[in-house]
T-cell receptor
Framework: AQSVTQPDIHITVSEGASLELRCNYS??????LFWYVQSPGQGLQLLLK??????LVQGIKGFEAEFKRSQSSFNLRKPSVHWSDAAEYFC??????????FGKGTHLIIQP | DSGVTQTPKHLITATGQRVTLRCSPR?????VYWYQQSLDQGLQFLIQ???????AKGNILERFSAQQFPDLHSELNLSSLELGDSALYFC???????????????FGEGSWLTVV
């Protein structure tokens, strides 16, 4: 069965600092990997996705993620965070018709 | 705005009652997914429909059911509600089923259900 682990429940970063959110997945075949963001009271917005090809994926809002098959990881990065980036971030994996499997999420707090 | 519309946005109901959540997918999307988000279980896949047919089933309780209509909108029916059913219910849609290249899943803003 597929699964996703986001080891960090909360992360606090100063505004302007760099960010890395960790994601590890378990999947039997080639995974399709996603990062979604959920702002308070909002739905899930897709930040980026990886299907195949270049392992460094660029997304919206200045985010990028790198797929590392050897480490079963798909970490999300941003070089300089803004206060508006404070939100809940979800990593997800899917490869078939049975929907996405999400991690528990990482709550990002931005310090001024 | 993802283009996926869910109603109602908020709903408060009593235990034992039945509610229906409605979802209109993005224009052109044939596949609809339902997810439940709760504090203890996180985001869980419930069920998927593609062009009116059930495509995949996840952790959906027997008290819950869903359907997709010919106009592609979908409804999630929750019956014999319990306190533990209080959650945010998301609908999502995509052009095709599965997670293939280019088949992005877009989420609505969710329906908040509170069971008292």
């Amino acid at each position: 069965a597929q699964s996703v682990t986001q080891p960090d429940i909360h992360i606090t970063v100063s505004e302007g600092a760099s960010l890395e959110l960790r994601c590890n997945y378990s999947y039997g075949a080639t995974p399709y990997l996603f990062w979604y963001v959920q702002s308070p009271g909002q739905g899930l917005q897709l930040l980026l996705k990886y299907f195949s090809g270049d392992t460094l994926v660029q997304g919206i809002k200045g985010f990028e993620a790198e797929f590392k098959r050897s480490q079963s990881s798909f970490n999300l990065r941003k070089p300089s965070v803004h206060w508006s980036d404070a939100a809940e971030y979800f990593c997800a994996v899917g490869g078939g018709a049975d929907g996405l499997t999400f991690g528990k999420g990482t709550h990002l707090i931005i310090q001024p | 705005d993802s283009g996926v519309t869910q109603t109602p946005k908020h709903l408060i109901t009593a235990t034992g009652q039945r509610v229906t959540l409605r979802c209109s997918p993005r224009s052109g999307d044939l596949s609809v997914y339902w997810y439940q988000q709760s504090l203890d279980q996180g985001l869980q896949f419930l069920i998927q429909y593609y062009n009116g047919e059930e495509r995949a089933k996840g952790n959906i309780l027997e008290r819950f059911s869903a359907q997709q209509f010919p106009d592609l909108h979908s409804e999630l029916n929750l019956s014999s509600l319990e306190l533990g059913d209080s959650a945010l219910y998301f609908c999502a849609s995509s052009i095709r089923p599965g997670q293939g290249r280019g088949n992005t899943i877009y989420f609505g803003e969710g329906s908040w259900l509170t069971v008292v």
